[in-house]
Antibody, heavy 122, light 113 residues
Framework: QVQLVESGGGVVQPGRSLRLSCQASGFTFNMYAMHWVRQAPGKGLEWVAVTSYDGNRKYYADSVKGRFTISRDNSRNTLDLQMSGLRPEDTAAYYC???????????????WGQGTVVTVSS | DIVMTQSPDSLAVSLGERATINCKSSQSVFYSSTNENYLAWYQQKPGQPPKLLIYWASTRESGVPDRFSGSGSGTDFTLTISSLQAEDVAVYYCQQHYSIPVTFGGGTKVEIK
């Protein structure tokens, strides 16, 4: 069925790195821009990054720019988020989300994964 | 960045009554070339990811009950639940997708009175 499944979360020390993955299935992955969104415990939603359908354009929130890298592999239907220089304030549930329309990225997010939790703590 | 401000932070409504949530953007999210407002509404229940309810400010996502409606244009938007049901207890977020960075409102918690 149409779904997104995140993996890779865990507990990591400040300054270390972690790679999240999102496996897409049930739709034509290479048609859609894809986003990462995070939610700190008990807090609201924060957009993190977007990659265009072909991976050629990538944009980031200022809070993660220079530390996080979004990428995709359309041959494997996967979306990744490489996180480095992690800080306690990066602690959150991380969701991958599909852009509602295609091929652009200025749309609502119509499909979300269940999320993977990242905890940054010493 | 476009700042999204929701009000109220929380509200308690009796079953079957109307719930109204407001969202204001710090600049217009209306794109004249497409004649659309780049504003969406999401519902998030505890332990679940957000669910898209409304996009283009007033277009209901497929499968969303018609008691949910969105209105507004430019900088001022409203999500209305016409007759609150028990399953509507959740936090609701507005989102602008007019420009990068995409930004969300702070959320409105809807409870049963």
């Amino acid at each position: 069925q149409v779904q997104l499944v995140e993996s890779g979360g865990g507990v990591v020390q400040p300054g270390r790195s972690l790679r999240l993955s999102c496996q897409a299935s049930g739709f034509t992955f290479n048609m859609y821009a894809m986003h990462w969104v995070r939610q700190a415990p008990g807090k609201g939603l924060e957009w993190v990054a977007v990659t265009s359908y072909d991976g050629n354009r990538k944009y980031y929130a200022d809070s993660v720019k220079g530390r996080f890298t979004i990428s995709r592999d359309n041959s494997r239907n996967t979306l990744d988020l490489q996180m480095s220089g992690l800080r306690p304030e990066d602690t959150a549930a991380y969701y991958c989300a599909r852009n509602h329309g295609y091929p652009g990225y200025h749309d609502a997010f119509d499909l979300w994964g269940q999320g993977t939790v990242v905890t940054v703590s010493s | 960045d476009i700042v999204m401000t929701q009000s109220p932070d929380s509200l308690a409504v009796s079953l079957g009554e109307r719930a109204t949530i407001n969202c204001k953007s710090s600049q217009s999210v209306f794109y004249s070339s497409t004649n659309e407002n780049y504003l969406a509404w999401y519902q998030q229940k505890p332990g679940q990811p957000p669910k898209l309810l409304i996009y283009w400010a007033s277009t209901r996502e497929s499968g969303v009950p018609d008691r949910f409606s969105g209105s507004g244009s430019g900088t001022d938007f409203t999500l209305t639940i016409s007759s609150l049901q028990a399953e509507d207890v959740a936090v609701y977020y507005c989102q602008q997708h007019y420009s990068i960075p995409v930004t969300f409102g702070g959320g409105t918690k809807v409870e049963i009175k």
